[in-house]
């Protein structure tokens, strides 16, 4: 859906600003004319010319908004481009509803259908939430938690849910380099997992509860900070449930639950950590799939998972913590 908006407005800005191109070139020609004193000879053809645009009134239409095309496609090809989250798979950083703006300069300035990098400038860093091409189907916006870079040597524990992350390649004193990671005690989160049975179809739901609260058929989930190197951000893990690692991504010559990320590649994780899809399943994120980071939050709206808002969230606008 976004590379088809993408492309539409691509063919809507050239199409209209090639009419605006030949209005002006029009215009010049009609006063060219004037100064030479040719106007006279030609106004019956100029008489036909108004007549056309009087019939063809979507012509002077077309040419006022390619201006303000033009103006959108820059924005949001190289400056900032709106993205709503969908899912929770990256609670309780982002809710669902949110309405954020992804920085589209800062991994590159990309050309907005190929996605081919024109100007570098800059990579990712470990802690980045960065919206992403799907690797599996590029036509799907991901956002995820950048945790491993080119060369990381990253490991998942499904037992204590806790990350390690070194350089898989040996530094000049012949050891790895280890990325300090640190985390705080689970303590009970105030979100809750909860299931909701509708006309024989299990629906599965989030619910901001406080923790002296009780759902029927609900999952209190737990929470902690996560300090990925100077990078500080929360997550939900669900307790006692462990993931099944046989579903894992298994790269070649690896067991289940380590990945060494290769050059030009990323791996990206949710901070909902038992609720995400990422390359625990999936493998990496290729560089070039990589749309922008995630910046601040410019609406937010009460929602869940594939329903209609019930209400706004004026309090979650803002930078994105």
């Not at 809710?95 to 800062?106: N, Y």
């Not at 860093?125 to 189907?137: A, C, E, I, R, T």
């Not at 956002?143 to 870079?149: E, N």
């Not at 929360?234 to 990320?261: A, E």
């Amino acid at each position: 859906m976004a590379n088809m908006f993408a492309l539409i407005l691509v063919i809507a800005t050239l199409v209209t600003g090639i009419l605006w191109c030949i209005n002006l070139f029009k215009i010049n020609f009609s006063r060219r004319l004037k100064s030479g004193g040719l106007l006279i000879q030609t106004s019956k053809v100029l008489e036909k010319q108004s007549l056309k645009s009087s019939i063809f009134s979507w012509y002077e239409s077309l040419i006022t908004i390619f201006p303000v095309l033009a103006l959108v496609l820059i924005i949001r090809s190289f400056i900032y481009e709106p993205f709503q989250i969908p899912s929770g798979s990256v609670m309780p950083t982002l809710f669902i509803g949110d309405f954020i703006l992804v920085e589209k300069f800062a991994y590159g300035l990309k050309e907005p259908l190929t996605q081919q990098t024109l100007i570098p400038t800059g990579h990712p860093k470990h802690g980045d939430l960065v919206v992403f091409k799907y690797p599996l189907d590029p036509s799907l916006d991901y956002i995820k938690r950048v945790i491993g870079l080119p060369g990381d040597k990253v490991t998942y524990n499904p037992y204590s849910k806790e990350l390690t992350v070194s350089s898989a390649i040996k530094s000049s004193e012949s050891c790895n380099q280890i990325l300090p990671i640190n985390y705080t005690k689970n303590e009970p989160s105030e979100w809750i997992q909860a299931f909701e049975h509708n006309n024989g179809i299990n629906r599965s739901v989030l619910l901001h509860r406080s923790v002296d609260r009780k759902v029927k058929d609900g999952y209190r989930m737990n929470e902690r900070q996560e300090i990925l190197g100077t990078v500080v951000h929360r997550i939900l893990t669900m307790p006692d449930v462990q993931d099944v690692t046989r579903n894992y991504y298994r790269q070649p010559g690896q067991p289940y639950g380590v990945w060494i990320v290769p050059k030009g590649c990323y791996f990206m994780m949710g901070d909902n950590r038992d609720n995400s899809s990422d390359s625990r399943y999936w493998g990496f994120v290729p560089e070039r799939n990589l749309v922008g980071r995630a910046t601040a939050i410019w609406m937010s709206f009460e929602k869940q998972e594939g329903q209609w808002p019930t209400k706004l969230r004026l309090n979650r606008i803002g930078s994105i913590e």
